[in-house]
């Protein structure tokens, strides 16, 4: 039996493809309101060895994307701020497994909503990637 989708997003990609393959860098969007800190990462791209870019982020009725995507470009929204988007370093928890081997992903799905959370296990621990209110969480 096939996993519920998301009603506006679909199913996505298969993240079981990066099974096998070596995480290259991340690149991560970032909101910078007007006044206050950096907030996010809104969203994430997992550059892997075979040269694919997997996006994840949040969609609006609060599954979990996971696409076959490159980064944006920086973007501005006037009053609002500005998104960043670039390397990351070690903001967020996939920056540690970095040159490591994906052995392993997990999902898991609501009726509802679809995709809700993601698992990508590496040799020296696991990433958590899922919403949280609206809001993409990783730990």
């Known amino acids: 039996m096939r996993p519920p989708e998301c009603a506006l997003h679909g ?8 099974v096998g393959r070596r995480l290259e860098r991340v690149v991560a969007a ?8 950096r907030i ?6 997992l ?6 870019c997997t996006h994840i982020t949040t969609g609006s009725d609060w599954c979990l994307i996971v696409e076959a995507s490159h980064p944006h470009a920086d973007y501005d929204m006037q009053e609002l701020g500005h998104v ?6 070690d903001e967020t928890p996939f920056a540690r497994h970095i040159g490591e081997e994906v052995l392993s992903v997990r999902e898991e799905h ?3 909503a679809g995709r809700v959370a993601l698992d990508v296990v590496f040799s020296s621990g696991r990433v958590r990637c899922q919403g949280w209110e609206g809001d993409l969480r990783l730990s």
Do not use: F, N
């Not at 199913?11 to 990066?18: E, K, M, S, V």
């Open 11 to 18: 199913a996505g990609t298969d993240p079981r493809h990066l």
């Open 30 to 37: 970032w909101y910078l309101p007007v006044s206050g800190a």
């Open 40 to 45: 996010g990462p809104l969203d994430v791209w």
């Open 47 to 52: 550059v892997d060895s075979a040269e694919g």
């Open 84 to 89: 960043e988007v670039g390397p990351v370093t």
């Open 110 to 112: 609501h009726p509802w």
